[in-house]
């Protein structure tokens, strides 16, 4: 607490916002007898996190209200600078067209500082057509940890698939960034399909709004 310019205590709070959209957020200012010194609603914008590439640059606007535990988990590796470094490493051109990452070094090596696994977040409204990035998972359902996937195009048979994949967010800007991977020529490597023949490596991705 400080004393301000005309000798009124001020105390600076700090909140968590779990909410996005018009007037999303209400602070109500008031004297210890109830009176209200100011109100005042403010708009929360969608998340988006800038992803850099050495294929190019994307914008990814995340989507709290549909699948609030994918857009935490995801803005957490993030805000841990956990995909920084880190390489698309399966990119599938057959069947479905998508392209993985959040797992791996260039080394190649598993990186470190996976968390636990999130409980799957489908029927949200929210489909696997191009553009939109989703979260990757084993065959059981709640099984998400750090890796997810860009829909390189329409894929929406994922949205119910071996149990549905849960789709967080979606590219707003730099779609030419997933092309740019589509076009990726693959190999079988380090025991893995799908292994891109040359690397595609997000350098960092960043929480921008």
């Given amino acids: 607490m400080s004393i301000g310019e ?5 105390e600076v709070l700090c909140c968590t916002i779990n909410a996005v ?4 957020v ?26 850099v590439t050495n294929v190019g640059n994307m914008v990814v606007e995340l989507n709290p209200t549909a ?19 880190t390489i ?17 070094t260039p080394a190649p090596a598993v990186q470190p500082g996976q968390k636990v696994a999130i409980a799957l977040e489908v029927n949200k409204g929210l489909s696997n057509v191009k553009g939109t990035i989703a979260m990757a998972r084993s065959s059981e359902l709640n099984s ?8 390189l195009a329409d894929n929406v048979a994922l949205d119910t698939s071996n149990g549905g994949y849960a789709v967080f967010g979606k590219v707003v800007s730099g779609i030419e960034v997933l092309d740019a991977m589509l076009n ?17 490596i997000v350098l960092s991705a960043t929480q921008t709004k």
Avoid at 95 to 103: E, L
């Fill in 88 to 104: 698309i490493h399966r990119i599938v051109t057959a069947g479905i067209f998508v392209a993985q990452g959040g797992w791996l």
């Fill in 67 to 85: 699948a609030p535990l994918s857009t935490d988990n995801f803005l957490q590796y993030v805000n841990n600078k956990f995909y920084d470094n």
């Fill in 26 to 51: 209400t602070v109500v200012v008031k004297l210890a007898d109830g009176t209200v010194i100011k109100s005042a609603s403010f708009d929360v914008p969608n998340p988006q996190v800038s992803m």
């Fill in 144 to 151: 998400a940890t750090s890796q997810y996937y860009f829909n």
């Fill in 21 to 24: 959209g018009l007037g999303a």
């Fill in 184 to 200: 990726v020529k693959t190999t079988t490597a380090y025991g893995l399909a799908d292994f891109p023949a040359n690397s595609v």
């Fill in 6 to 10: 005309f000798g009124l205590a001020q």
